[in-house]
Antibody, heavy 124, light 112 residues
Framework: EVQLVESGGGLVQPGGSLRLSCAAS????????MSWVRQAPGKGLEWVAN????????YYVDSVKGRFTISRDNAKNSLYLQMNSLRAEDTAVYYC?????????????????WGQGTTVTVSS | QSALTQPASVSGSPGQSITISCTGT?????????VSWYQQHPGKAPKLMIY???NRPSGVPDRFSGSKSGNTASLTISGLQAEDEADYYC????????????FGTGTKVTVL
């Protein structure tokens, strides 16, 4: 079964750090671009970051540049999001997602594999 | 990295057809055929319903169809059913940012 499982969310104070993980199974993880997408409470989806199959290309939404780092370990079939200098506006459910076609960028053919999401709350 | 514009809500009775619009610019929706649509039920992850403007992944009912004209993409649900009540988001490739992808503002579909 194709599956993504996120973990690592929780309550953190403003200015703090958190590392999210996403464990992939059931598909050849190393062949896929991967993405993080977030959704603030009661709000819409926001694309956060993308990473290429070998980790050589990483892209971020402007609001997290310099604070968040996306990475992956293909040997462990895992995707990560290191979040530093967290702000209240980073409070959201964070999803990892994979595109429907291997070797294609995630915004070309859509993302058809999603995790269940992990909740990050930034509050004092 | 501005979000694509969708109506906040659309409603219809069972069996009717509804259409959700997604308006962007020539840098995203209008310039490329890389528009996707997602369905999201409360508390659940998004589900891909349409990709490349009008293609349906396997398992998606043919009641769902997509199209595009100029800078506006559309998702049409024909023969509306109760289980179609959900939030819908469009997404597109954008040349305006290195991130490459942008979502729409989202539309709440209510089945009356």
């Amino acid at each position: 079964e194709v599956q993504l499982v996120e973990s690592g969310g929780g309550l953190v104070q403003p200015g703090g750090s958190l590392r999210l993980s996403c464990a992939a199974s059931g598909f050849t993880f190393s062949s896929y671009w991967m993405s993080w997408v977030r959704q603030a409470p009661g709000k819409g989806l926001e694309w956060v970051a993308n990473i290429k199959q070998d980790g050589s290309e990483k892209y971020y939404v402007d609001s997290v540049k310099g604070r968040f780092t996306i990475s992956r370990d293909n040997a462990k079939n895992s995707l990560y999001l290191q979040m530093n200098s967290l702000r209240a506006e980073d409070t959201a459910v964070y999803y990892c997602a994979a595109p429907s076609s291997s070797w294609s960028r995630p915004y070309y053919y859509g993302m058809d594999v999603w995790g269940q999401g992990t909740t990050v709350t930034v509050s004092s | 990295q501005s979000a694509l514009t969708q109506p906040a809500s659309v409603s219809g009775s069972p069996g009717q057809s509804i259409t959700i619009s997604c308006t962007g610019t020539s840098s995203d929706v209008g310039g490329y055929n890389y528009v996707s649509w997602y369905q999201q039920h409360p508390g659940k992850a998004p589900k891909l319903m349409i990709y490349e403007v009008s293609n349906r992944p396997s398992g998606v009912p043919d009641r769902f169809s997509g199209s595009k004209s100029g800078n506006t993409a559309s998702l049409t649900i024909s023969g509306l059913q109760a289980e179609d009540e959900a939030d819908y988001y469009c997404s597109s490739y954008t040349s305006s940012s290195t991130l490459g992808g942008v979502f729409g503002t989202g539309t709440k579909v209510t089945v009356l």
